[in-house]
């Protein structure tokens, strides 16, 4: 594994870009394959070959504004492409049934993303927090790849809330 990253500030410090590359590569990931005759509805296997490389980007920025600077604004949003690849098994140039050489990873989606938006004013917040990836390729929760590869959709989640200060300590 490794990765390297930047991380830049302009404007005197109220804008923050940062950017990552990373790379992994995998020996012996365990999947499970299938049906197994015994105390267990699975089978695992290794594969062996297996990589995941990818690059996350952020981007921060800090405001204060309005007539004496006393509303704060902050926010930072952010994105991860991931792409990943079965490569082959141990002693083996075949992926183990139903998974195929080339075919991305289970439970990793190749696009994900946040973003957060907070703005305070004396004793008072408010906030929007995003979060959210694309699809990705999973196995059927019951039978394990005996029962099929699909595709499960992305999903995104937004929230809302704000604040009230009543001391230092507590909100």
């Known amino acids: 594994s490794g990765e390297a990253g930047i991380d830049h500030a302009f404007a005197g410090g109220h804008v923050l870009v940062e950017a990552t590359a990373f790379t992994n ?14 105390s267990s509805r699975f089978e695992t296997d290794n594969i062996s070959n297996a990589r995941a490389n990818g690059l996350e980007l952020a981007f921060t920025g800090r405001r204060r504004f309005g007539s004496n600077r ?78 099929g590869l699909f595709d499960v959709p992305g999903y995104q989640v937004w929230s809302a809330g704000g604040s009230w200060r009543i001391t230092r300590q507590l909100d």
């Open 25 to 38: 590569h995998y020996d012996d990931l365990i999947v499970t394959v299938g049906s197994f005759s015994g």
């Open 70 to 147: 006393s509303v704060d604004l902050s926010a930072r949003v952010g994105y991860t492409f991931l792409d990943t690849k079965v490569l082959a098994v141990d002693q083996d140039e075949d992926a183990p049934p139903p998974f195929s050489v080339g075919q991305a990873l289970l439970r990793r989606p190749p696009h994900q993303f946040f973003a957060d938006v907070i703005v305070a004013n004396g004793r008072l917040g408010a906030f929007v927090r995003a979060g959210g990836r694309g699809k990705a390729l999973d196995v059927e929760p019951s039978f394990g790849t005996f029962g």
